[in-house]
Nanobody, 124 residues
Framework: QVQLVESGGGLVQPGGSLRLSCAAS????????VRWYRQAPGKQRELVAA???????DYADSVKGRFTISRDDGKNTAYLQMNSLKLEDAAVYYC??????????????????WGNGTLVTVSP
């Protein structure tokens, strides 16, 4: 059973920073391709950032230059560093691993895991 533990959300003032973490449990695999989504009240879930197996990153236009997605393969954890936060960044942020490396087969596997989300509140 895969478990994803997201953390790092909280209350921050505009202009502040937060770092979200997404730790995956399990010793038989490691997460590689990961996406971060967010959903604000009354809005659709939107893709914020993505990192591929090879480490290529991509960002929504609204967060380019402010957010950075990364991962630590040794810790089986993905991160979303969020700087210069704006009021409109407030949302529940979800980690979504899309590719894992299966140690048993020594191969990559497409998956679609979701965390429970972590709340980011931006307020003066």
């Amino acid at each position: 059973q895969v478990q994803l533990v997201e953390s790092g959300g909280g209350l921050v003032q505009p202009g502040g920073s937060l770092r979200l973490s997404c730790a995956a449990s399990g010793k038989t695999f490691s997460i590689h391709g990961v996406r971060w989504y967010r959903q604000a009240p009354g809005k659709q879930r939107e893709l914020v950032a993505a990192i591929t197996t090879g480490g290529t990153t991509d960002y929504a236009d609204s967060v380019k230059g402010r957010f950075t997605i990364s991962r630590d393969d040794g810790k089986n954890t993905a991160y979303l560093q969020m700087n210069s936060l704006k009021l409109e960044d407030a949302a529940v942020y979800y980690c979504n691993p899309r590719t894992v490396f299966q140690r048993a087969t020594m191969s990559f596997e497409a998956v679609n895991y979701w965390g429970n989300g972590t709340l980011v509140t931006v307020s003066p």
